[in-house]
């Protein structure tokens, strides 16, 4: 009994150190849905530890390439980051959750400010809008 015990332990123990050990580093391919849209873009993320370094590279609304650089971090399967842009309206901040499903792919959500941004997917029957949702698929290396 104790050594069926010490393996189910050894198993849990090394699935635990598997996420915790979790490198993101590299480039993903990104999708966010914000109600009938999908916007696409390539998040490339440098990792220390538990830091993270944060690039995203798409197209802005005038065609135009962009890139947004942010901080974030990840802690066991979850990660976090945020990115701060100037626009011609003021500083808008974007914060981004979510968890690593496997070793290539995450997927979460994104909040502009304190709240949710225009485009976010209302709830059926109406009330407040949910933030709109986000993948992510590591690329190839």
């Known amino acids: 009994m104790k050594k069926v015990l010490l393996a189910m ?3 849990s123990l090394t699935g635990i150190a598997a996420y915790a050990a ?3 580093s590299g480039a993903w391919d990104f999708t966010m849905k914000m109600g009938e849209r999908e916007m696409k873009s390539v998040v490339t993320f440098v990792q220390t530890g538990e830091k993270l370094a944060v690039t995203v590279a798409g197209v802005g609304r005038d065609g135009q390439p962009t890139e947004s650089k942010g901080e974030g971090t990840i802690k066991g399967d979850d990660v976090t980051w945020k990115i701060v842009r100037e626009t011609p309206r003021g500083t808008m901040e974007t914060t981004y959750k979510g968890k690593i499903v496997d070793p ?19 709830p059926p029957g109406g009330g407040q809008m949910t933030p709109p ?3 992510a698929v590591r690329q190839a290396k």
Do not use: Q
Not at 107 to 120: V, W
């Open 9 to 11: 332990l050894a198993v």
């Open 22 to 24: 979790a490198d993101i």
């Open 104 to 122: 290539n792919n995450m997927k979460g959500t994104m909040e502009r400010g304190g709240g949710n941004p225009p485009g976010g997917n209302p």
């Open 133 to 135: 949702e986000w993948t």
